[in-house]
Nanobody, 124 residues
Framework: QVRLAESGGGTVQTGGSLRLSCAAT????????IGWFRQAPGKEREGVSC????????YYTDSVKGRFTISRDNAKNTAYLQMNSLKPEDTAVYYC?????????????????WGQGTQVTVSS
């Protein structure tokens, strides 16, 4: 069964850091781009960052450029999102999805389905 499990969320103060993990089971991440998405209360889900299959290309939405870093470790079948200098507006549930390619800061042509996500709360 294709499954992605997000972890690493929590509550931090403004300026803090968190590292999110996206662990794949039932398939190999090697052949897929990985996108991180977030959904804040009352808002639509948005693409935050995407990394290509090889890891050679990364994309970020403007609001997180210079603060977030996406990476992948195919040997561990896991992708990561390092989030630094967190702001209250980063508060959201964060999700990862595997797809055939990146489309800007989003992955597309998904496999599997949305997971539970991991809650990130940044207090002011």
């Amino acid at each position: 069964q294709v499954r992605l499990a997000e972890s690493g969320g929590g509550t931090v103060q403004t300026g803090g850091s968190l590292r999110l993990s996206c662990a794949a089971t039932g398939f190999s991440l090697d052949n897929y781009a990985i996108g991180w998405f977030r959904q804040a209360p009352g808002k639509e889900r948005e693409g935050v960052s995407c990394i290509s299959t090889s890891g050679g290309s990364t994309y970020y939405t403007d609001s997180v450029k210079g603060r977030f870093t996406i990476s992948r470790d195919n040997a561990k079948n896991t992708a990561y999102l390092q989030m630094n200098s967190l702001k209250p507006e980063d508060t959201a549930v964060y999700y990862c999805r595997a797809g055939l390619l990146c489309d800007g800061a989003s992955s597309k042509l998904f496999i599997g389905s949305w997971g539970q996500g991991t809650q990130v709360t940044v207090s002011s």
